[in-house]
């Protein structure tokens, strides 16, 4: 897998080389043949002798990049001088700006904005505080909250290198959304503090969206923000997983013929994503589960299993027959696939044991449970999170329409209507003439996501 | 006081009125007369029988505007249409916005700023925390952090009503430093549950700016948080307004012709600004001071302060001769007024009692100790805390610029001769042959305030 040149590891090389009139295609296909993808090529100096060239090109990951660079300096002639990688470029100083919305041109201005003509606004806000939501950026603004337990696929990385992804994701609430989105990287992992942050920052917010937070600590994290704030608090690793999830499932079983009422369904991953994905897909209908996570097939007769926990819950659940062994155990003859745990578990084969017409998403992030394209050989719908594959299942296609409605409407509280309502928004933004198989879920930039998700949750909150 | 008409009560009329060649004349002179001051005339439908006219003028106050208005519904022929506010509507949805600086084109886009190019930044900071500063928005942001309880002039009204002020704030943040600043309005006002907030929420920011915390809980909330972040924390109630009122002192003595250590001055309050200013005017040479507060002159023989609080400090280290009485009392012969407490609480009677070519310093916000008109009865210089006076004492001269030093150095603490090196900065901006007795402080559109305060705040920071 991965041996796509992605534009994750774009490079752009600054190279020197004697003028001739094949320069630039002599350095350009010596890059085509160690495996790069040319993507601009720039002559920024030339005289009768030498030509200055910066050439970008994708690369499928670092050591390729170093393997390429290695082989233009191998060229005769060729001097190469600085190397810049795009993705640490496009990150320097971070990827947010906050900015004022009015001009601040002269004491005009100030007197309006600050002293002392913002003593009025704030005199009326004492008065009626509703008013907040009308005066303040409170009406449009959420905060992305993290512990940096549960980064991406990359596990408990802490708050500061949790910072990137926090900001990734505000540029997609303002872009998708127009919502204003700031990142909160909390310095403690422990619940009760967790809890009692979010509680006291809470007045700027009109939501909360708790992001890569571990399980357990994020059920209980947020079932008790939900009822302590009056402000809807959403763990999109959750119910942005469990939303996209259903959407992508309900178009994958049209494309094969299936009903969710009547196929078996396999997840791998017991974590916070699996248990909400799982709840959602009851919630639509599914009536056969069976679970995975590190130890094999959940079952009720498992020990290590608490049955108060989620996992137990999971158990309790699933798995009617009691079946135990492994992930590839119970993939045989199942119909659906969901895979909401790590990287390359799975190889062609075991999905060859499964069912005609399987179905597989393979959603571990960075890297899924199987390389699509290996799963695509015996599967006849394939579906990952990764933005450089077909069918991606990517929260963004759910969060920022589901908290656009959320504030809109004004929205206290989240429920499960609202989680189907904006599934069955997202999976109906597939024309019936557009779906096939690698055509499940709309484009994230499919003009009116967004919007029709919103409008769906706006529709459940203020009926 | 304030009977000038200012822009912070400034409405927009929108009238109807008979078409004839004086119309919109009459209706300006009818304003005028009330008192009000026009400033937009907009004809925006005229035909051969009406006018409609948007009319904005300035008034100076609430009652006023409605006063305005009455006079001009008298007006035989005149309808008056919707009558809006300039203030409220600016503040409409709030101040600031947040935006992605990159564009989100495209997948190659989100595979960069998201998943999953984003993961190699993360693991770039994991691997070194200090990558932080370079590949996020910790290099340029802030928190602007308050509890609500002492905002502006309006004492305790809670975190939603101060939010105007905090989105203000970090408004002129952007606006004279180009600093990301964001309000974090607390929903607690118990100290440790403060400390314990602002050290969960740091990884974020590369600065705090603690403001509208009311004394002394603000004093143990900044020093803790000093001694237990590796990050500046600043609290501009204190240290701003300490910088400003040295610098503006520093350049008013120039006027008059005497020195700080000659001076006898005279405080009005003892809470946060006062105990700053108090403490940076001393190390800048001040030897003479007496205190006010509500309950008179400080000093030592009063049975009401602990001597271990920040009263007790300012007992032992003003007023040697152990004076009693009121503020007024201690006014008489002094050379320069100090006023960081509360509205009218003199006139122009009391400043007759100074010493010849008095200084005042009326900063209460938004009203001042004394009308200024009053006091430039008797003062030879006189200076407020309103952007709508002459020789405005405004923190936002030495707040932005000093953040901007601060960030630029990647410091980690904050010292007193960084505040000093900051004043002597900002009364530098007053050229000599600017400086009269009605510019002590540069204009806050001064081109380079921001620059050179930040410059001199780097260059202690970073020797």
Redesign the interface.
């Known amino acids: 897998m991965s041996m796509m040149p992605?534009?994750?590891y774009?490079i752009t090389i600054r190279l020197e080389a004697p003028a001739k009139n094949t320069a630039v295609s002599e350095l350009t296909s010596i890059i085509e043949l160690a495996g790069g993808s040319v993507t601009a090529v720039d002559v920024n100096h030339s005289d009768a002798e030498r030509v200055r060239v910066d050439l970008t090109c994708a690369c499928t990951n670092?050591d390729h990049a170093t393997e390429i660079v290695e082989s233009l300096k191998k060229i005769e002639g060729v001097v190469v001088g600085k190397v810049s990688d795009?993705?640490?470029l496009?990150?320097?100083?971070?990827?947010?700006?906050?900015?004022?919305?009015?001009p601040?041109?002269?004491?005009?201005d100030?007197?309006?904005?600050?002293?002392?003509?913002?003593?009025?606004?704030?005199?009326?806000?004492?008065k009626d505080?509703s008013d907040?939501r009308?005066?303040?950026?409170?009406?449009?603004?959420i905060a992305v909250v993290t512990d940096g337990s549960a980064?991406?696929?990359?596990g408990n990385?802490?708050?500061?290198?949790?910072?990137?992804?926090m900001?990734?994701?505000?540029?997609?609430f303002?872009?998708f959304a127009n919502i204003?989105?700031?990142?909160?990287?909390?310095?403690?992992q422990d619940t009760d503090?967790?809890v009692?942050?979010v509680?006291?920052?809470?007045?700027?917010f009109a939501g909360i969206n708790l992001e890569d937070i571990s399980a357990p600590r994020c059920f209980e994290i947020e079932a008790r923000l939900r009822a302590e704030l009056d402000i809807p608090v959403f763990h999109d690793d959750q119910h942005g997983t469990a939303i996209v999830c259903l959407a992508a499932l309900r178009n994958a079983l049209k494309v094969v013929g299936k009903k969710i009422e009547d196929v078996e369904l396999v997840m791998s991953g017991a974590g916070a994503a699996g248990t909400a994905v799982l709840k959602l897909l009851f919630a639509a209908g599914l009536r056969h589960a069976i679970v995975a996570d590190q130890k094999g097939i959940i079952h009720l007769g498992r020990k290590d299993i608490d049955p108060t926990s989620s996992l137990g819950w999971i158990a309790g659940a699933t798995n009617k027959a009691l079946k135990t062994g492994t992930l590839k155990d119970a993939l045989v003859g199942a119909d659906v696939f969901v895979g909401v745990s790590a990287a390359n578990l799975l190889v062609a084969e075991d999905i060859s044991t499964m069912a005609p017409n399987a179905i597989v998403f393979a959603l571990a992030?960075?890297?899924p449970e199987i390389d699509p394209a290996q799963a695509a050989k015996f599967a006849a719908v394939v579906a990952t999170?990764?933005?450089?594959f077909a069918n991606q299942i990517n929260n963004?296609l759910a969060f920022p329409g589901f908290f656009r409605g959320l504030l809109d409407a004004g929205a206290t509280q989240i429920t499960e209507e609202m989680l189907l309502a904006a599934a069955k928004a997202l999976s109906d933004c597939v024309e019936p003439s557009e779906l096939n198989a690698s055509y499940i879920v709309p484009s994230?930039?499919h003009a009116d996501v967004s919007q029709r998700v919103a409008e769906a949750v706006r529709n459940v909150a203020r009926p």
């Not at 980064?151 to 990359?154: P, R, S, W, Y």
């Not at 990385?157 to 992804?165: H, Q, S």
């Not at 900001?167 to 997609?172: D, N, Q, R, S, V």
């Not at 509680?199 to 700027?204: E, M, Q, T």
């Open positions: 992605s534009v994750q774009s670092s795009r993705t640490f496009a990150h320097l100083g971070g990827k947010l700006t906050i900015e004022s919305k009015l601040i041109r002269n004491r005009d100030l007197s309006l904005i600050y002293t002392p003509g913002v003593a009025r606004i704030c005199e009326a806000i004492a505080p907040a009308r005066l303040t950026i409170k009406r449009n603004t980064v991406l696929g990359l990385i802490g708050p500061l290198a949790a910072l990137p992804v900001e990734g994701k505000a540029a997609l303002k872009r204003d989105a700031f990142p909160i990287c909390l310095d403690t503090e967790i009692r942050t509680k006291a920052i809470s007045p700027v992030n960075p890297n999170g990764r933005s450089d963004v994230v930039f």
